[in-house]
């Protein structure tokens, strides 16, 4: 019943930034956590950026003075404002949200990805 969709991947420089989006839709009672992931070739999926209910964010190390999540103000949709990009940053970007709706309490959803490619 929830959608995540991600946008703004793409081809960049090292030092370059870009800024992903991730829309969502769908009967949503409240988000807990927003999230965003990523998986580079051949490597496992790992936690980048998280920002909770009351805006707490946390970063991974990697990204850490580089990366920013934020929220908009209407809606559930989160951003990753990424700067400074090393070629290590190449992989595919996923949105995840843990949520409840009006039937169950626990729930999650994740987005399809999009690519993030980083030139040296």
């Known amino acids: 019943q929830v959608q995540l969709v991600e946008s703004g991947g793409g081809l960049v420089q090292a030092g370059g930034s870009l800024r992903l989006s991730c829309a969502v839709s769908g009967s949503i009672f409240n988000i807990n956590r927003m999230a965003w992931y990523r998986q580079p070739p051949g490597k496992l999926r790992e936690l980048v950026a998280s920002?909770?209910?009351?805006?707490?964010?946390n970063y991974a190390d990697s990204v850490k003075g580089r990366f920013t999540i934020s929220r908009d103000g209407t809606k559930e949709n989160v951003f990753l404002q990424m700067n400074s990009l090393k070629p290590e940053d190449t992989a595919v970007y996923f949105c995840?949200?843990?949520?409840?709706?009006?039937?169950?309490?626990?729930?999650?959803?994740w987005g399809q990805g999009t690519l993030v490619t980083v030139s040296s």
């Open positions: 920002i909770s209910s009351g805006g707490i964010t």
């Open positions: 995840h949200a843990d949520y409840s709706s009006t039937s169950y309490r626990y729930l999650e959803a």
